[in-house]
C-alpha cells in the first residue's frame, strides 16, 4: 500500500470522487490520523492520509 498525505483529505477525496473514483473504505487510526483508501483495477491499494481528526 502507498500513503500519499495531503493537507485537505476531504477536498482531495471529493475532487478524485468527482472524477467518479469513490473511497472504497475511510478509517481513523488510533492516533486520530484519517484515511481514504482506494483500489485500482488491479487491486493495489492507495491510502491517502490526512490531519489528525479532533472529533470525539
Do not use: Q, S, W, Y
Amino acid at each position: 500500500m502507498h500513503i500519499f498525505f495531503v493537507d485537505d483529505l476531504d477536498t482531495v477525496v471529493a475532487e478524485i470522487a468527482g472524477r467518479g473514483l469513490e473511497p472504497t473504505k475511510r478509517e481513523i487510526d488510533p492516533n486520530g490520523e484519517r484515511r481514504a483508501i482506494h483500489h485500482d483495477p488491479d487491486g493495489r491499494r492507495i491510502c491517502l492520509g490526512g490531519t489528525l481528526c479532533t472529533e470525539t
